[in-house]
């Protein structure tokens, strides 16, 4: 019996000690490192070995320069392609993307866009490894790779591959390819962690410059705002903070504070969006986005019938706009105000219920143990707002996507608007209905501090910490479990030598090549390029694989910008509303960044040049803080009070004529102060005059080289 116990002990302990491995981050420091390949591709592990064999050659018949090394995953049984491009082709890449590189200062320095024909004039091009980051680099790969189109009909698992489509986006689309991904480089994923994620940071400033070169653009930008809109927050804590003190003295005081308070949001909001405005100009200037052409890309996505380009004269998908319009009407609209309509009725019925309850404690009706159950819809209330804050994320996505909308930035935009339409009655509706026609002030405090205190922090441990032991535990245990794949590896024999002879076919006839006076070796050596199937020890991109995806921005900056609603509308209820957000988007910062350096896949980056529509709508939510905060003082009956003389009608014809005043206001204000700072405007004119003057130069140059030879001919 303590033989059987002993070996029980065991057992767990081991188990216990694999995931105290998996949370104390080992597996990643331990993991075997791959720098050999940007991008990683993966298919299920079900999947059947002649379509691993046709992918093979597809990407070696349609992309003669792509670099292929293959590997088998232990953990979950499936094969790996380990992608790149040599670096002729990644130079090609880059002028298609239009990215912007530094020019030569006797060029005339500064930045402008890549071209592929005009390699002299770029500073460090003749360096592969540093040229390009690595974010940069796997954004060419995956245009690249989806990029490559099929140039003859065929039938594969009985699946159509039509000419001109996307090899990749018709594999993702019928489960052909699990998923394709780009992979860290953990020096310095690492190297971000210490200085950026781990709590002895918390009060330091972000290292920017890093988070951009290693994320990309839009990563970086929303940081940027996070940081900035969590600094400018100070303000409204600290006179949040003094109006708190003071008030509940007297009726006449707690009148004045309100006016205060409510005139001192509108400002401060305002400030905050011209001054973020004028930054994200700055920061689009330094990172070389500000003049970046919006163009019109299809998304990766995209689906439609195959029909020529009049402007192209190629085959792309073609999707009609009465389909979407039809789709619109019938399918996302219904579905929008059903959802709205349900959760609006979920919500007063609690509202109701907690009344019911409230009266019958207070007529006695209620046993005293019974007075728990006030707590009752407190939590249905958190309950059904935190399910239904799932739901209708999940469905703006399905419809956003089910539209298909050809350019990214309208997909974006239609998003947002859906999700913050949701949102608006999911987190608003219940504060504003106890504010309007409940009137019960004690009920409403009670309500904005669980929404401020518990609601905030929780959302932080169910986004970092929770995810985190999921997915850590998760690879514990499939690590265990790993050592069954040997047996069917085994079957798959025939497979392994079939993917062995394909690629050491296809590296004999690999010769190298140069670009201008770049010389570089892009053959493979054979550790590369044999599949390793020999060995059980774990890969970096393994644990990656493992890991959930990257889910946006669009959940981290909805749930900001309902918290600057907050703060708006109802911190003259409430003043310590921006206290609590400050305290909250201090853990923000941190959580966000565990999230993407701890938990989730690399993402693909992006280059943007600002923050896209939320920044319109906070806009537009100033002047809703201004007609809600109004109503707010004639329904506390503040202006009836300080002119106890003055007719009702009187009283909503002087607010009435305040609110279109300060709206007025707010609009000159706005319009009067140029978006882009005047030193941009200046550098930027520097700029162009001596990228003018070198090219000048250059034309004289050339033109006396001309005319000296014309002479030495002539002679």
């Given at each position: 019996?303590?033989?059987?116990?002993?070996?029980?002990?065991?057992?767990?302990?081991k188990?216990?000690?694999?995931?105290?491995?998996a949370?104390?981050?080992?597996?990643?420091?331990?993991?075997?490192t791959?720098?050999?390949?940007?991008?990683?591709?993966?298919?299920?592990?079900?999947?059947?070995?002649?379509?691993?064999?046709?992918?093979?050659e597809?990407?070696?018949?349609?992309?003669?320069?792509?670099?292929?090394?293959?590997?088998?995953?232990?953990?979950?049984?499936?094969?790996?392609?380990?992608?790149?491009?040599?670096?002729e082709?990644?130079?090609?890449?880059?002028?298609?993307?239009?990215?912007?590189?530094?020019?030569?200062?006797?060029?005339?320095?500064?930045?402008?866009?890549?071209?592929?024909?005009?390699?002299?004039?770029?500073?460090?091009?003749?360096?592969?490894?540093?040229?390009?980051?690595?974010?940069?680099?796997?954004?060419?790969?995956?245009?690249?790779?989806?990029?490559?189109?099929?140039?003859e009909?065929?039938?594969?698992?009985?699946?159509?591959?039509?000419?001109?489509?996307?090899?990749?986006?018709?594999?993702?689309?019928?489960?052909?390819?699990?998923?394709?991904?780009?992979?860290?480089?953990?020096?310095?994923?690492?190297r971000?962690?210490?200085?950026?994620?781990w709590?002895?940071?918390?009060?330091?400033?972000?290292?920017?410059?890093?988070?951009?070169?290693?994320?990309?653009?839009?990563?970086?930008?929303?940081?940027?705002?996070?940081?900035?809109?969590t600094?400018?927050?100070?303000?409204?804590?600290?006179?949040?903070?003094?109006?708190?003190?003071?008030?509940?003295?007297?009726?006449?005081?707690?009148?004045?504070?309100?006016?205060?308070n409510?005139?001192?949001?509108?400002?401060?909001?305002?400030?905050?969006?011209?001054?973020?405005?004028?930054?994200?100009?700055?920061?689009?200037?330094?990172?070389?986005?500000?003049?970046?052409?919006?163009?019109?890309?299809?998304?990766?996505?995209?689906?439609?019938?195959?029909?020529r380009?009049?402007?192209?004269?190629?085959?792309?998908?073609?999707?009609?706009?009465?389909?979407?319009?039809?789709?619109?009407?019938?399918?996302?609209?219904?579905?929008?105000?059903?959802?709205?309509?349900?959760?609006?009725?979920?919500?007063?019925?609690?509202?109701?219920?907690?009344?019911?309850?409230?009266?019958?404690?207070?007529?006695?009706?209620?046993?005293?143990?019974?007075?728990?159950?006030?707590?009752?819809?407190?939590?249905?209330?958190?309950?059904?707002?935190?399910?239904?804050?799932d739901?209708?994320?999940?469905?703006?996505?399905?419809?956003?996507?089910?539209?298909?909308?050809?350019?990214?930035?309208?997909?974006?935009?239609?998003?947002?608007?859906k999700?913050?339409?949701?949102?608006?009655?999911?987190?608003?509706?219940?504060?504003?209905?106890?504010?309007?026609?409940?009137?019960?002030?004690?009920?409403?405090?009670?309500?904005l501090?669980?929404?401020?205190?518990?609601?905030?922090?929780?959302?932080?441990?169910?986004?970092?910490?929770?995810?985190?032991?999921v997915?850590?535990?998760?690879?514990?245990?499939?690590?265990?479990?790993?050592?069954?794949?040997?047996?069917?590896?085994?079957?798959?024999?025939?497979?392994?030598?079939?993917?062995?002879?394909?690629?050491?076919?296809?590296?004999?006839?690999?010769?190298?090549?140069?670009?201008?006076?770049?010389?570089?070796?892009?053959s493979?050596?054979?550790?590369?390029s044999?599949p390793?199937?020999?060995t059980?020890?774990?890969?970096?991109?393994?644990?990656?694989c493992?890991?959930?995806?990257?889910?946006?921005?669009?959940?981290?900056?909805?749930?900001?910008?309902?918290?600057?609603?907050?703060?708006?509308?109802?911190?003259?209820?409430?003043?310590?509303?921006?206290?609590?957000?400050?305290?909250?988007?201090?853990?923000?910062?941190?959580?966000?960044?565990?999230?993407?350096?701890?938990?989730?896949?690399?993402?693909?980056?992006?280059?943007?040049?600002?923050?896209?529509?939320?920044?319109?709508?906070?806009?537009?939510?100033?002047?809703?803080?201004?007609i809600?905060?109004?109503?707010?003082?004639?329904?506390r009956?503040?202006?009836?009070?300080?002119?106890?003389?003055?007719?009702?009608?009187?009283?909503?014809?002087?607010?009435?004529?305040?609110?279109?005043?300060?709206?007025?206001i707010?609009k000159?204000?706005?319009?009067?102060?140029?978006?882009?700072?005047?030193w941009?405007r200046?550098?930027?004119?520097?700029?162009?005059?001596?990228?003018?003057?070198?090219?000048?130069?250059?034309?004289?140059?050339?033109?006396?080289?001309?005319?000296?030879?014309?002479?030495?001919?002539?002679?």
């Amino acid at each position: 019996m303590s033989e059987q116990f002993t070996n029980v002990k065991s057992v767990f302990r081991k188990r216990f000690s694999n995931l105290s491995l998996a949370i104390t981050n080992r597996l990643w420091l331990n993991a075997d490192t791959n720098y050999e390949c940007d991008v990683l591709l993966t298919f299920p592990a079900r999947i059947d070995d002649h379509v691993i064999i046709w992918f093979l050659e597809k990407f070696i018949q349609l992309q003669p320069d792509i670099r292929i090394s293959i590997k088998y995953h232990f953990t979950t049984g499936v094969y790996g392609f380990y992608l790149t491009f040599i670096y002729e082709r990644i130079l090609k890449g880059a002028d298609t993307l239009q990215l912007e590189k530094p020019i030569k200062q006797e060029f005339g320095g500064g930045y402008r866009i890549f071209l592929f024909d005009e390699l002299e004039f770029y500073e460090g091009v003749e360096d592969e490894e540093n040229f390009f980051s690595t974010q940069e680099r796997q954004s060419i790969v995956f245009h690249l790779l989806y990029s490559i189109r099929i140039i003859e009909n065929e039938i594969i698992n009985g699946i159509k591959f039509k000419i001109d489509q996307s090899l990749i986006q018709r594999g993702l689309e019928k489960k052909l390819i699990r998923q394709v991904i780009p992979l860290h480089n953990k020096e310095q994923l690492n190297r971000l962690r210490e200085t950026w994620v781990w709590p002895k940071n918390i009060f330091k400033s972000q290292p920017i410059e890093n988070i951009r070169q290693y994320f990309g653009v839009k990563i970086a930008l929303y940081f940027c705002w996070l940081s900035f809109y969590t600094k400018a927050l100070c303000l409204p804590a600290l006179y949040g903070i003094f109006i708190w003190y003071y008030s509940g003295q007297s009726q006449e005081l707690d009148d004045k504070l309100f006016i205060i308070n409510s005139l001192l949001n509108i400002i401060w909001a305002t400030g905050f969006l011209i001054c973020w405005r004028r930054r994200q100009a700055e920061l689009a200037y330094q990172w070389n986005t500000l003049d970046m052409e919006q163009l019109e890309e299809t998304r990766a996505t995209y689906k439609g019938t195959l029909r020529r380009s009049p402007v192209t004269n190629k085959y792309e998908p073609y999707y009609p706009a009465w389909k979407r319009l039809l789709f619109r009407l019938c399918v996302t609209i219904p579905m929008l105000i059903i959802n709205l309509v349900l959760v609006s009725v979920c919500i007063l019925i609690i509202i109701r219920f907690q009344s019911w309850i409230d009266r019958q404690l207070k007529a006695g009706r209620l046993p005293s143990l019974m007075s728990l159950t006030e707590l009752l819809p407190k939590i249905l209330l958190a309950l059904v707002t935190t399910v239904f804050d799932d739901v209708y994320k999940r469905v703006c996505r399905w419809l956003t996507d089910r539209e298909n909308y050809r350019e990214q930035r309208v997909h974006d935009n239609q998003m947002i608007a859906k999700m913050f339409a949701c949102a608006c009655v999911n987190s608003y509706l219940s504060v504003f209905y106890i504010a309007f026609f409940t009137h019960k002030h004690v009920r409403l405090s009670d309500q904005l501090i669980t929404i401020f205190v518990i609601k905030q922090f929780w959302d932080h441990i169910k986004e970092a910490i929770i995810p985190y032991i999921v997915s850590n535990t998760r690879l514990s245990v499939l690590i265990q479990l790993s050592k069954k794949e040997q047996a069917r590896y085994a079957e798959r024999k025939d497979l392994n030598t079939q993917l062995k002879v394909i690629l050491d076919q296809w590296n004999n006839l690999k010769q190298t090549k140069n670009v201008d006076e770049i010389s570089t070796n892009y053959s493979f050596n054979s550790r590369d390029s044999i599949p390793s199937f020999e060995t059980l020890s774990l890969s970096q991109a393994e644990i990656e694989c493992l890991q959930p995806k990257w889910p946006d921005l669009y959940e981290d900056y909805l749930e900001l910008v309902i918290q600057f609603g907050y703060i708006i509308f109802l911190s003259t209820l409430f003043p310590l509303a921006a206290f609590f957000s400050l305290l909250s988007n201090i853990i923000e910062i941190r959580a966000d960044a565990f999230k993407l350096c701890m938990i989730c896949q690399r993402p693909f980056s992006q280059r943007v040049k600002d923050i896209g529509h939320w920044q319109k709508i906070m806009e537009h939510m100033v002047i809703a803080a201004i007609i809600v905060n109004c109503i707010f003082c004639s329904i506390r009956g503040v202006f009836r009070r300080m002119l106890p003389d003055l007719p009702f009608a009187a009283e909503i014809f002087l607010l009435v004529c305040i609110e279109h005043f300060l709206i007025i206001i707010c609009k000159i204000i706005r319009s009067s102060i140029e978006n882009i700072p005047y030193w941009v405007r200046v550098e930027k004119a520097k700029m162009e005059y001596h990228r003018r003057e070198a090219l000048t130069k250059l034309e004289c140059n050339a033109l006396h080289l001309k005319e000296n030879h014309a002479q030495a001919n002539a002679i």
